[in-house]
């Protein structure tokens, strides 16, 4: 059984290892392996920790999953949704996303993917969410920005 549930400072850095496996297929995708989420500190993490709401998915005593959000004016901006390859296409991405759309009732939402992230795309259009914008960073990627609400 897998539960969903606010992450405790204490957690973060199993958070942040969980962050280096999941996003290790977005680095593939790019060619890219300086991308933030692969170098993020612990520090950097515990730092987003006291500004963020941070929830994680909990499975036999091992964290699989992560997302945080936080807001700013009307809009909650939801990040680092990620789940450990190894529980990839289950659901637990969708569920993720759901429960932490549930921290912040009323408000609109918004979050990116790369444009190349075809499942990262497909999850939040099916969850509600629809294309607003694209922006290509320094690095030359392509991100979506999507919003809901």
Same mark, same amino acid.
């Given at each position: 059984?897998?539960?969903?549930?606010?992450?405790?400072?204490?957690?973060? !850095?199993?958070?942040?290892?969980?962050?280096?496996?999941?996003?290790?297929?977005e680095?593939?995708?790019?060619?890219?392996?300086t991308?933030?989420?692969?170098?993020?500190?612990?520090?950097?993490?515990?730092?987003?920790?006291?500004?963020?709401?941070?929830?994680k998915?909990?499975?036999?005593?091992?964290?699989?999953?992560?997302v945080?959000?936080?807001?700013?004016?009307?809009?909650?901006?939801?990040?680092?949704?990620?789940?450990?390859?190894?529980?990839?296409?289950?659901?637990?991405?969708?569920?993720?996303?759901?429960?932490?759309?549930?921290?912040?009732?009323?408000?609109?939402? !918004?979050?990116?993917?790369?444009?190349?992230?075809?499942?990262?795309l497909?999850?939040y !259009?099916?969850?509600?969410?629809?294309?607003?914008?694209?922006?290509?960073?320094?690095?030359?990627?392509?991100?979506?920005?999507?919003?809901?609400?």
């Amino acid at each position: 059984m897998i539960e969903i549930e606010k992450a405790k400072l204490e957690d973060m !850095e199993a958070i942040l290892k969980l962050q280096y496996a999941s996003y290790q297929s977005e680095a593939l995708l790019h060619n890219d392996f300086t991308i933030q989420p692969l170098t993020q500190t612990l520090e950097e993490s515990i730092e987003e920790y006291h500004k963020k709401i941070v929830l994680k998915a909990v499975q036999a005593g091992e964290i699989i999953g992560s997302v945080r959000a936080h807001t700013e004016g009307g809009t909650a901006y939801i990040s680092k949704l990620m789940v450990h390859p190894d529980h990839q296409s289950k659901g637990l991405g969708k569920r993720l996303l759901s429960a932490i759309e549930k921290e912040f009732p009323g408000k609109r939402f !918004e979050l990116y993917t790369a444009a190349k992230s075809k499942r990262n795309l497909h999850l939040y !259009e099916s969850s509600g969410y629809i294309r607003l914008r694209e922006f290509v960073d320094d690095s030359g990627i392509r991100f979506v920005f999507l919003e809901k609400g």
